[in-house]
């Protein structure tokens, strides 16, 4: 028998089970639904927080304040407030693989316009804040180096500053109270929307950092520095020469270190290893219910192949083949899975759909996922099919038309 | 007349752990091409254990079997097949069809395990002129559960007669049939008897048996009798009969 026939005669033997083979299919179809709508999540998650990492800027270096290492006495970052403008500095000048460098206060604090009043973070940030964050403007200018030198009463705004403070006019060259002092609008920043962790990042004022230590936080300290390496080969090499330098200046050494470097690689590293252990976790959870999904056909074919013993009785005496029942019943295994992994496709992809509409997950639904699980789940059809198949084909014909 | 069958001295032995069942102790036989035989004898005589051996189901334990010139036993499991497929044409006592499957792919069946390929519409051709054979034409999208005992045996001869078989082979066909309906059926054979096929059915109706050509008797495993029906039956008279008959019961009540 050639393979059109067997397609034939497996479908039709499907077709007069309809009502069980659709049952049996619904093991797969919910195991490929559940398998590509958790990737998609975790993937979503995933390539989120890429993004999120990507928009750190390009080559980015962040000194904090306070050891991430350090055990013991352990002084959580930011907390000791250890960094200085002069170590700022010293990182601008004397490292030559540095481009540009950022000192970087925040706060929190009441902003004021328009009579509008709202609450957001403050951040005190150097000229070429966002050109290491490869953060473009909206509208206006950032402000210069003469303003952070002067101590200038002037910022830039989110998109949520906006909204809130400015619902009728352009911000530009209008005013800002930043706990009562009035600073200057000079730009607006274009929107980036929420984080991962649902953070509004468009909700902040930049102001130069100098201003935000005089004039907002009173505080003579830094949060953190932002340093930008030359080219990606040499972060490695900045690093270390960060470090070096910060050691000096403070005289630590790796036990008694008082600030932590980290490199945007290392970030995006430990920020999508979460995301990446949770997309294998949920895979495999869906994967199992794959499996369980694979025991549902083999179970049915088992019985299938015992109820049809009459059948298989009649088709050996009249001329199959072992090979040609055998290969039925795999096919009949095969078409019913691979059946249920397209459907499976489907609603996962709408499972997907839905939740990112809904609950405003972000999921990303990826072709390879896609066609791995439809291989996969030919494949569970293959080997779930593969025993009572064999069952089948060994049969002897007398005996099995004598089956009653 | 060429022989199709032809069996020398074959023995067959159940081999069943303690007890050692001797169903068949030397038969020899030889059917020629146009043969009409029943097989009789009492319950557990042998007649099946004859039949699936004739029917290449079941190899002989002793004996030589020749098949059309060929020897049977020197073939393989899946040789066997390809002979059933292509020279023989089973008829079961309980119809055997496939259920919740119409008559017409019922009787495609065969052709579906035939070594050259068949194209679909050639296949339901030759499955439709079958049925038409048989008297079932309309019948052909009907299922096993819409059709009466003698119906199905009709599709059940269709299929069997499908691939062109040399021999029709029919264990008690009208074991599950009320009288006049097996009558029906032995005119289908009859009709296919006279365009030469060769049928061996078994039965253990003296009155069915008299609608063949040849009797064959068996008895503990050995033919004991094997003569030509004298005063043979034919279906088409014997249902007129009948017919006449239950009109005579109907004017006298
Ligand atoms: N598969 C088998 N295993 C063991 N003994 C069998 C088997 N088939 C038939 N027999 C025995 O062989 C003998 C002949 O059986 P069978 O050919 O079916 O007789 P019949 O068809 O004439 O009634 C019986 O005694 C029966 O019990
Ligand atoms: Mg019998």
Redesign the interface.
């Known amino acids: 028998?050639?393979l059109g026939?067997t397609f034939?005669?497996s479908l039709?033997a499907l077709r007069?089970?309809a009502m069980r083979s659709v049952l049996t299919a619904l093991g797969i179809i919910i195991g490929v639904a559940a398998v590509i709508a958790m990737v998609s999540i975790g993937n979503g998650a995933k390539s989120m927080v890429e993004s999120q990492i990507a928009a750190l800027g390009e080559n980015v270096l962040l000194i904090f304040s306070g050891s991430l290492t350090q055990g013991g006495a352990r002084t959580g970052a930011f907390g000791a407030g250890t960094l200085t403008v002069e170590d700022a500095d010293a990182i601008s000048h004397q490292l030559t693989n540095i481009i540009a460098v950022s000192p970087e206060v925040r706060t929190g604090a009441q902003v004021l316009a328009n009579g509008l009043n709202w609450s957001t973070q403050v951040l005190g940030e150097g000229a070429d804040y966002l050109g290491i964050r490869q953060w473009p403007l909206a509208e206006g200018n950032m402000f210069t180096d003469s303003d952070v030198r002067s101590v200038g009463k002037v910022c830039i705004i989110g998109q949520t500053i906006v909204n809130q403070l400015y619902p009728d006019s352009s911000p530009i060259g209008q005013t800002l109270r930043i706990r009562n002092q009035p600073f200057k609008v000079v730009g607006v920043l274009s929107a980036k929307g929420l984080s991962v962790q649902g953070q509004d990042q468009d909700d902040l004022v930049i102001v130069p950092y100098t201003s935000a230590m005089k004039r907002v936080t009173k505080q003579t300290m830094l949060r953190s520095i932002n340093a930008q390496a030359a080219s990606a080969d040499g972060i490695a090499t900045a690093q270390n020469d960060i470090v070096e330098l910060l050691r000096q200046r403070h005289r630590t050494t790796e036990q008694t270190d008082d600030f932590t470097v980290r490199n945007q690689e290392e970030i995006a590293i430990a920020a999508t290893a979460t995301s990446k252990t949770m997309t294998l976790l949920l895979g495999a959870i869906a994967g199992v219910s794959l499996i369980v999904g694979g025991i549902g056909i083999m179970n049915i074919m088992l019985v299938s192949v015992t109820e049809r013993t009459?059948?298989i009785?009649?088709?050996?005496?009249?001329?199959?083949?072992?090979?040609?029942i055998q290969l039925q019943f795999l096919t009949e295994a095969v078409v019913l899975s691979a059946f249920g992994g397209m459907l499976g496709i489907l609603l996962g992809i709408g499972t997907s759909e839905l939740l990112s509409r809904v609950n405003h997950w972000p999921t990303l639904v990826s072709p390879v996922v896609v066609v791995s699980a439809f291989l996969g789940s030919a494949g569970v059809g293959v080997i779930s099919g593969f025993y009572p198949a064999r069952k089948a084909s060994l049969l002897d014909?007398?005996d099995a038309?004598r089956y009653e | 007349m060429p022989a199709v069958v032809q069996l020398e001295d074959i023995h067959k032995t159940y081999d069943s752990g303690e007890v050692q069942v001797h169903a068949v102790r030397g038969v020899s036989l030889t059917l020629n091409s146009g043969d009409f035989m029943a097989i009789m004898g009492a319950s557990g005589s042998g007649k099946s254990t004859l039949m699936n051996t004739l029917g290449c189901l079941d190899r002989p334990t002793r004996g030589r079997y020749l098949l059309d010139g060929v020897d049977v036993s020197g073939l393989d499991r899946n040789e066997l097949a390809d002979l059933r497929n292509e020279k023989l044409g089973f008829v079961f006592q309980g119809f055997n069809l496939l259920s919740r499957t119409t008559a017409l792919e019922n009787v495609e069946l065969p052709m579906l395990y035939g070594r050259q390929r068949a194209s679909g519409r050639d296949l339901q051709t030759r499955a439709e002129h079958c049925l038409q054979i048989v008297g079932l034409a309309d019948r052909a999208d009907h299922f096993p559960s819409q059709l009466s005992g003698g119906q199905q045996q009709r599709v059940a001869i269709a299929r069997a007669l499908v691939n062109n078989p040399q021999v029709l082979l029919a264990d008690e066909p009208t074991g599950n049939l009320d009288s006049k309906t097996a009558v029906e059926v032995m005119g289908v054979f009859q009709k296919l008897n006279d365009q030469g096929i060769t049928i061996v059915m078994v039965t253990h109706e003296l009155d069915i048996a008299r609608f063949c050509k040849r009797n064959l008797i068996m008895r503990d495993g050995r033919v004991v009798s094997d003569i030509t029906v004298a005063d043979r039956l034919f279906a088409d008279a014997e249902l007129q009969r009948l017919r006449d008959a239950e009109a005579a019961a109907k004017l006298t009540d």
């Open positions: 028998m050639h026939s034939t005669v039709r007069r089970n009459r059948e009785g009649i088709r050996l005496a009249v001329g199959a083949h072992g090979s040609e014909p007398i038309l």
